[in-house]
């Protein structure tokens, strides 16, 4: 097991840094710079800033640098943000855009499971009607859509929680509902398809003829079975979640991560599309390998050993 | 004593196609400490007409449709799911047919087991797993401690249909009812299977409904066959009388694709011909009128009466009829086996 994380670990590293290889080349291969704008500059602070960024420097060694720094959690300091390193932001973006994406997670794994098991136990009727016409909803209908309807009838309407802004708890409730309202579906479509399945298995039929009751046969025998094809989906799409949306940030006015993941894009603010790729790809790598871990956990079948085959 | 009367019970499943009349009119008891025996090919409303007496048919689309199971007296059709509940496990166990998806996969021996006893009981948890670690090893199965901490895909299939034999006798059942128990298992594990519930048997003093559609599995462990064809019971009687004396043509048939030791090597295993009723669109006389090699003109419009023959043993054939032409079952050719 401990050999197993450590190689896992090490896999990790590695691919970390071919994202930050790829990623780097590629930022660079990008037409325009960072400094490029509608104002022409003189040549000589042109070349002044140039040379205060190492932007001079040959590509590679640019590269080698930037790992180096990186290696030691410096991710340099931003272009558009004076004064401020990328490290700033993610310090104080992130905080915000994981409250919100967890507190969504959280959300999304209640609901999406609950709705999940009634549509399975009441198949082909009115409930499960209900459950797949919801999650028929929170599927097409677009996070903004759901945002701005949010804002417009809760917030501006009726008044029940501030439409816009960060600080007070009651101005979480709306973006945590619009960004749950995805997940909640999904979850929602998976339970219920993979309860179906497991409700159908010989061990459950097994634990009825043992006589045992409904809810024990649902939440021990049936349940258990039926989140492992769901832990495959949630690993990945929690990563996401945490780094944060950019529409709802952006709708609710929530100082967050996620609109420098756009922003950095179009200022060609070098290190934040670093960090902030860097950022995405180590939740990514981490939360499938939480993922992997928790297969174990449910599915004693499944040994984490770093031997090919059984 | 009848411990369990099975009377005029009728199973239908509602499909899109229509009504499938899987069990109709199938009437038989259980003696108490008796072995029973139900045979017949897949589709004939072996396993229906069980899980009805267990209230397991998935509603809908299935439905008991009509008559009464009645055990030790209350009927089970009429009981209300809670009761039902009660009575599954606690009163009449079960074991089904294929060990390798009859396990939950994540939950331990020792859960699935202690929970019954948990349930049923009401007992802590400690004494269930003493009560189960005791049962295991009655099953034959050594390190019954280690064993109970295992999980289902530590044992080979032969095993886990010994736990599922050990589970079900848990609470000391009054009916155990085994659904094609060996099935799913190779030659050598099915005959220790088998030696198994012969010993269980007569050590548990429980009564025994034995589905199979293998006649020599019945013939070792049962005192009484019933043979059903297309959701009918076409001949009941001791062991004795169906293998010596069958009347009903379609057990001459199953009887006649019995393969055996003794049979010259060139004899051909003799198979039924054709295939078993559409019992969506069942037809209207003998269910097995199509297939009967001894088929009259009545066999196609009137469905045949039982005839009793003995006190144990009735058959529904027209041959059976006074009038009707005197056909017997010829068995397996004796001179051809002897040579």
Known sequence: ?310 | MALLEVENLSTSFYTYAGEVQSVSGVSFHVDEGEAVGIVGESGCGKSVTVQSIMRLIPNPPGKIKNGQIRLAGRDLVRLPEKEMQKIRGKEIGMIFQDPMTSLNPVLTIGRQMTEVLQHHEGIGKNEALGRAAKYLTMVGISNPERRLKQYPHEFSGGMRQRVMIAMALLCNPKLLIADEPTTALDVTIQAQILELMKDLKDKVNTSIILITHDLGVVAGLCSRIIVMYGGKIVEMGSTQDIFKDPRHPYTWGLLKSVPRLDASKRSKLVPIVGSPPDLLNPPKGCGFAARCPHAMKICETQPPAYTDLNEKHRAACWLLHPDAPKVTFNGIDEKEARS
């Open chain 1, 1 to 310: 097991m401990v050999r197993y994380l450590l190689g896992r670990i090490l896999a990790a590293i590695l691919v970390i840094w071919l994202v930050i290889t790829l990623t780097f080349f590629l930022m660079h291969a990008i037409p325009g710079g960072p400094f490029a704008s509608d104002k022409i500059l003189l040549p000589q602070v042109q070349a002044n800033i140039n040379a205060r960024y190492h932007l001079n420097d040959p590509l590679f060694k640019q590269y080698t640098d930037y790992l180096k720094n990186a290696a030691h959690f410096d991710f340099g300091p931003t272009f558009r943000y004076q004064g401020r390193s990328v490290n700033d932001i993610i310090k104080e973006g992130l905080p915000r855009t994981a409250a919100i994406g967890s507190m969504a997670t959280i959300l999304a794994l209640i609901c999406g499971t609950f709705l999940g098991i009634i549509a399975a136990l009441r198949q082909n009727k009115t409930a499960d009607y209900v459950a797949t016409f919801l999650a028929t909803i929170g599927i097409s209908v677009p996070s903004f859509v759901i945002a701005t309807l949010l804002q417009y009838y809760v917030g501006f309407k009726l008044h029940l929680f501030p439409p816009i802004g960060w600080g007070d708890p009651n101005q979480l409730v709306m973006p945590v509902l619009a960004l749950s309202a995805y997940p909640v579906a999904q979850i929602t479509r998976l339970t219920r398809t993979s309860m179906l399945d497991v409700l159908h298995q010989d061990y459950i039929r097994t634990a009825k003829a043992k006589g045992l009751p409904g809810y024990i046969i649902v939440f021990r025998h049936a349940l258990k079975n039926a989140i492992i094809p769901l832990l495959t989906f949630m690993g990945p799409f929690f990563a996401y979640i945490l780094c944060g949306n950019f529409v709802i940030e952006y709708i609710f006015n929530i100082p967050g991560i996620g609109q420098y993941f756009v922003t950095s894009i179009t200022n060609r603010d070098y290190p934040v599309i670093m960090g902030t790729t860097i950022l995405v790809a180590t939740l990514m790598v981490t939360f499938n390998l939480l993922v992997d871990i928790a297969y174990t956990l449910v599915d004693p079948r499944i040994k984490l050993t770093d031997q090919k085959g059984v």
